[in-house]
């Protein structure tokens, strides 16, 4: 019996309209990623097991799927390990590699590796699959892109200001007008622990502080106290509970709230230098917002912090983020190497731009003609325009069977071409062609000669 | 202590000049793709095991690379089987999933999946990487990008024309002048066997026949009769040991020799199809040559055989193949759907072109414009000048750091960019800027308004 076909859950096959979709998007990223100077990488699929565990928390370390040494892999496992029957002991004995995680990792890796060859400072970019063993969900996948652009070995303030505008660029290209570009610093964040002279209740209070839309101020005061930050605490953060105005309001605010702090005090200065970089400069259609409470990742960032949030209309989660880190290749054994990076999501982009109807009609259309199959002298005929055609960059085909007229045109529809081509024997006799517009239904005899006019 | 970081055998790191130069290849492949009417799907990395298992013999299965069931993977496997120690029986256990192993398989299992979906004849094309756990060798790894370009769902022989155009299309597209296209039919091959009365001999006739030019006639006489086929039956073929001459006589040849074989006139009849329309239609620097030992899958291929031979001033094996297959998806159930479709190897074809010198130079020219670094207001002044730069699509960069012109103009060097301008305090208050022309040393100052006419 044939099987029946399927695929592992979590991944996705991709049909011609979703791949031009997610290639309209990617060659959006990658072509302005490469006006403001990043290089591509790519790196191997797999990666020794060792290069990515323990790089992602335990959790993270659960979710790498590793791939089966190949032969008798069995053989070198000691008897005393094998008996134990332990999925984890094992594990370590019968695997050497594992999927990518993400394409962070892998590219300090790659930056220590080739670090003799590499000019810092070192631009890159990388468009590439990654694989997590996650449980799938709606919007979440075991197979998904990642599309990063990080720089390495300068701590210039100037990649942030860059950073800032390339979402800009790439989102307002993608017609995805009215983003958000959160940012905030981990100095700022380090500097209101201080204030509140509480390092390590840090994420209780951004955690809190994030529902103050929610739970209004008094239920994250509450919350605050309940987590043991004290009320002098909280009184000394006050103006973050009236946290608005523009961007200039609010480093005047921070300035002052942490003016006891030194970190605090250049974490204000950093993002002060972007913010008014970005004013001089200008956005296309993103707005800079300085959100505080944007922790992302705060154990991993140094410096800026980023997130892009989709225009209020549309409800999704963040649609791109990154930011600064200071020893991203010490693990490797490089160290003092100052990194940033941004990432694109790719699959919430996409359902953005579906769900705001986004997308160009002409991403869909592939083929621009169609010539239908008359038989074979008349599909000589028809071969030959369609070899000009071609070399000329446009997109034709013959209906390769002598079908009926209806099924070939059926066909036509379904590939939403937009014209048909006939060459039938009268044609061929006269040296003409019928062209028939798609959409407008008409139908036409014109001059063999003419036909290169019609594109 | 640090670790020393590695990639797994078989696999590569490609630097921004690789993947460039690879980028080339392959977009150019995509686009006559395009042009020629063949639209893109996307498969997952790995498919259930069962996807795969059985479908490359028994070699295949063992190089297909399995991937370990995640969480307590061992909770699931009973104890008799687990005493056994048996690695093979084991990894049935343990594993569900495995790498793509090439892109054939996964096309079947999605033409049969979106069946419903899909309207025939489906021209698709697909540009993924593929694993093999092959012992790594020169040339050989463990990581490779497949191109594949196939139709299914139409028995015509247009489509057989169609990729002798692609592939001359292609090569000639990269100015790889001088390739043979070289053609055989299965039907041939199974007319010959008849001929000689020797079907299971069909592999060992082949095989010697085609070291005609290194041991001479003689020489595969003699090696055809140790394989056990008769001299009577080498009579019957004699023609093919003076096959030479146009495609035209060579066909007439074996019109004659396989007259009283029903299949092999079959064939002969196909490939005279294709012949003379290639005849009528030209090609642009491809040569288009029959070849009768060309045998590749015979068990695989019904019709039409393909394969390229890189120009002979290149020491290289096939740069791609192909051919019809008359039951691809049968083994998911999906019955009589017939298909043909090719292959580019694109790391042979990456060595052919490095050989010969024939990467553009404008490949790894990636930055346009580098803009030096002369402090805080200058370097606003330029990242106004580079915004504008951009938005043209021009690739500019300011160096991030106020480092020594030395360091700046050595980064300048390594990033191989033509021009380096210079807004320094002077140009600065005057307006103006400097240029710099990497290629000819020369510096000149121009009015800064004047800067979009330099690109």
Chains 1, 2 share one sequence.
Not at 110 to 136: C, G, L, S
Not at 180 to 189: E, S, Y
Not at 254 to 272: D, F, I, P, Q
Not at 377 to 382: F, G, L, T
Request: hydrophobic fraction near 35%; include cysteine.
């Amino acid at each position: 019996m044939a099987q029946k076909p399927g695929i592992p859950k979590g991944t996705r096959d991709f049909t011609p309209a979703e791949v031009s979709k997610r290639n309209y998007i990617i060659n959006t990223i990658k072509e302005h990623f490469q006006t403001f100077g990043f290089q591509p990488i790519e790196t191997p699929s797999f990666e020794n097991l060792e290069t990515l565990m323990g790089k992602y928390g335990e959790e993270g370390d659960r979710l790498i799927f590793k791939i089966l040494n190949s032969g008798d892999y069995l053989s070198k496992v000691r008897d005393e390990v094998y008996q134990s029957k332990d999925s984890n002991k094992l594990a370590l004995k019968i695997t050497e590699k594992a999927l990518r995680y993400d394409l962070t990792v892998p590219f300090a890796r790659y930056v220590v590796m080739h670090q003799n060859e590499i000019t810092f400072p070192f631009k890159r970019y990388q468009v590439q699959p990654v694989w997590r063993a996650d449980k799938p969900q709606k919007g979440r996948f075991r197979e998904f892109y990642q599309c990063d652009a990080d720089v390495v070995g300068s701590g210039s303030l100037w990649q942030e200001v860059e950073f800032v505008q390339l979402y800009d660029t790439v989102f307002s290209s993608l017609k995805l007008e009215g983003v958000t570009i959160k940012m905030n610093n981990r100095k700022i964040l380090s500097g209101i622990a201080e204030v509140i002279g509480a390092k390590d209740k840090l994420i209780d209070f951004t955690v809190a502080l994030d529902k103050l839309d929610k739970i209004g101020e008094e239920g994250v005061k509450e919350e605050m106290i309940r987590k043991g930050i004290s009320e002098e605490a909280i009184e000394k953060v006050r103006p973050l509970f009236n946290f608005s105005g523009t961007n200039a309001d609010k480093l005047e605010q921070l300035k002052n709230m942490l003016s006891t702090s030194e970190e605090g005090t250049r974490g204000v200065e950093e993002l002060n230098f972007i913010v008014n970089a970005i004013e001089v400069l200008g956005l296309i259609s993103a707005s800079l917002d300085i959100d505080v409470t944007l922790a992302r990742g705060l154990n991993y960032y140094t410096g800026a912090i980023f997130e892009v949030a989709a225009p209020k209309r549309v409800r999704m989660g963040s649609i791109g983020g990154g930011g600064r880190y200071d020893d991203l290749t010490g693990i490797f054994g490089l160290k003092d190497v100052s990194g940033v990076g941004i990432s694109f999501g790719l699959d919430r982009i996409y359902l953005v731009l579906e769900e705001l109807n986004l997308f160009p009609e002409t991403v869909s259309k592939e083929l621009d003609v169609l010539f239908i199959n008359f038989g074979e002298k008349e599909a000589m005929q028809s071969m030959k325009v369609i070899k000009n055609l071609r070399m000329n960059g446009i997109n034709a085909e013959l209906y390769p069977d002598t079908s009926k007229m209806n099924k070939q045109m059926k066909y036509a529809n379904k590939r939403n071409v937009p014209k048909v081509i006939m060459i039938g024997e009268q044609e061929l006799n006269d040296h003409t062609f019928v062209l028939k517009d798609m959409e407008k239904g008409s139908q036409e005899t014109h001059p063999l000669e003419n036909i290169q006019n019609l594109f």
